[in-house]
């Protein structure tokens, strides 16, 4: 009997966690809504940092665009100071400020606040007879909070890899960039 009971339980115990939807889904009119609410330029700054430790820079003013997804200027001459090879410094340098867009996931909405992941799309310059290729991969799980009442963005994107030609550039170390910005 005390077998029966147990099993019974496990069973029960699978059937309710099994049911458990932790993660909110959203109907597309509240998604449209969100996106509606956060749509806008945004101006503000841009600090860069290891993921783990020091700062590389500080308050660099930014602008990002927000529509059905979300584009930066990101300038890689903030990557290019945590470069130890001059050459890949050198064109990053070169090439300053490229867009990388990002796709939208909500996680939380409020009547104020709405919480998000941001998908951004590697960037690849280069390559077809210009310069040599240069790749940037980004982490996909950074994001931040958009306050519709306030008119205000703040967000992650972090850089995880970084290619030069063919070559997976081994010493990269990942970076954050965070920025801060109000709508105008």
Do not use: W
Not at 88 to 110: C, H, N, P, T, W
Not at 142 to 154: E, K, M, V
Request: charge should be negative; hydrophobic fraction near 35%; charged fraction near 20%.
């Amino acid at each position: 009997m005390k077998q029966i009971s147990t099993i019974i339980l496990l069973i029960a115990l699978v059937f309710i966690s099994s049911c458990n939807k932790d993660e909110p889904k959203f109907s597309s009119s509240e998604i449209q809504r969100a996106l509606f609410e956060m749509k806008g330029t945004y101006h503000g700054e841009m600090s860069v940092s290891y993921y783990h430790g020091n700062t590389i820079s500080e308050g660099n003013a930014c602008k990002v665009v927000s529509k059905d997804s979300l584009t930066v200027n990101m300038d890689l001459s903030l990557m290019a100071q945590s470069i130890t090879d001059e050459r890949i410094a050198s064109r990053l340098r070169d090439i300053g400020i490229v867009q990388v867009k990002a796709a939208y996931e909500f996680y939380q909405m409020d009547e104020q606040i709405y919480n998000f992941v941001l998908h951004p799309k590697d960037v690849c310059l280069g390559g077809y007879g210009a310069s040599e290729t240069v790749k940037i991969a980004f982490a996909q799980n950074f994001g931040g909070d958009a306050d519709y009442f306030n008119h205000s963005i703040t967000f992650n994107l972090s850089p995880t890899e970084l290619c030069v030609g063919d070559k997976k550039y081994e010493q990269f170390q990942q970076l954050v960039y965070h920025f801060r910005g109000i709508y105008e």
